[in-house]
């Protein structure tokens, strides 16, 4: 499992920017399975867009097709800083149907500060 795209609201929570200076830049951490105690994964920060892309994750995420089903795995949306980071969306678990495992993508949609973001799923 991997992140491929996604999309940040145009604010934050409360109407405010996202960052002071420019457009946010936006990393992912994962952890897979979701009942995972630490970060498995991790898609750095991109910097400057409200539509960031990867191409691929530090760590892991891999899982069976039944964990992604039955347990599924989780994500975090940060805001990336100097000091600190900031939550877009707290950590979120994603389980998958059938048909999603078969299409090898899961899309959400209204995720926290999130209006969409898109993973691919890898054999």
């Known amino acids: ?5 996604a999309r940040v609201a145009p604010t934050a929570p409360g109407g405010g920017a996202w960052d002071d200076l420019s ?12 009942s995972a105690a630490n970060v498995t994964g991790t898609a750095d920060h991109v910097n400057d ?3 960031p892309s ?3 994750i530090s760590g892991t ?7 992604l089903v039955n347990t599924g795995f989780a ?15 707290a950590r979120t678990v994603v389980l998958l149907t059938e048909a999603e495992l078969m299409s090898g ?8 500060g999130l209006t969409s973001i898109t993973f691919q799923l890898t054999p």
């Open 1 to 5: 499992v991997r992140p491929v795209s």
């Open 23 to 34: 457009d946010p830049d936006c990393g992912i951490e994962l952890w897979c399975p979701a």
């Open 49 to 51: 867009t409200f539509t």
């Open 54 to 56: 990867w191409t691929g």
């Open 61 to 67: 995420c891999r899982i069976t097709a039944g964990q």
């Open 75 to 89: 994500f975090r949306a940060y805001e990336s800083d100097l000091l600190s980071d900031d939550t877009i969306t």
């Open 105 to 112: 993508t899961k899309t959400l949609t209204g995720a926290g």
